[in-house]
C-alpha cells in the first residue's frame, strides 16, 4: 500500500516560483520610482519652488510686520535632512512665529548648499545681502540649480 505522508518533495514547486516572483515585483515596484530620472527633476523643481516661496513669504512677512525676519538653512552634516526654517529675532507680543511659519523640508534626494545658513530681511522686506544657493540631486548626478536670493 501506497503511504502519502512519506512522499517527500524535490526541487521547487511552481507555487514557490510564483511567490518569489510576486515579492520581487512588489520591491521593485516600490523602489523604481526613486531611481528614475523623471522622479529625480520632479523632486528638484518642488525644491526650487518651494525655496522661491520661502523667499517671497520671509520678505513679505517682513514687510507686513515692520519686523526683521531670518529664513534659516539648515543642512545636515550626515545629508540626512535639508531644510528651511524661520525666526523673529525681535519678537513682538502675541506673534506665534509657529503658526505664521511653515518649516519646509526638501525632498530626501535633493541636498541644499548654501553660501551662508542664514538669510536675514530687515522691516522693509530688504535683504542684506545676496545669498548664492546650490541645490543638488542625490540621485542624479547631473541635476542641479543655483539660485541667488536677492
Do not use: C, W
Amino acid at each position: 500500500m501506497f503511504d502519502f505522508q512519506e512522499v517527500r518533495s524535490h526541487g521547487i514547486a511552481v507555487l514557490d516560483i510564483l511567490i518569489g516572483l510576486g515579492v520581487l515585483v512588489v520591491v521593485i515596484s516600490v523602489s523604481a520610482p526613486k531611481l528614475s530620472p523623471s522622479a529625480a527633476k520632479a523632486d528638484m523643481q518642488s525644491a526650487v519652488q518651494n525655496l522661491e516661496q520661502s523667499v517671497q513669504l520671509a520678505r513679505n512677512a517682513a514687510r507686513e510686520l515692520e519686523t526683521d525676519v531670518v529664513m534659516h538653512l539648515y543642512t545636515d552634516p550626515r545629508d540626512r535632512e535639508h531644510s528651511i526654517k524661520f525666526s523673529i529675532p525681535k519678537r513682538k507680543p502675541n506673534l506665534n512665529t509657529v503658526t505664521l511659519f511653515k518649516d519646509y523640508v526638501f525632498p530626501a534626494d535633493i541636498r541644499i548648499d548654501a553660501e551662508a545658513t542664514e538669510v536675514r530681511f530687515n522691516y522693509a522686506g530688504e535683504l542684506e545681502a545676496p545669498v548664492m544657493v546650490h541645490l543638488a540631486s542625490n540621485v542624479d548626478g547631473g541635476l542641479d540649480e543655483r539660485l541667488v536670493i536677492q
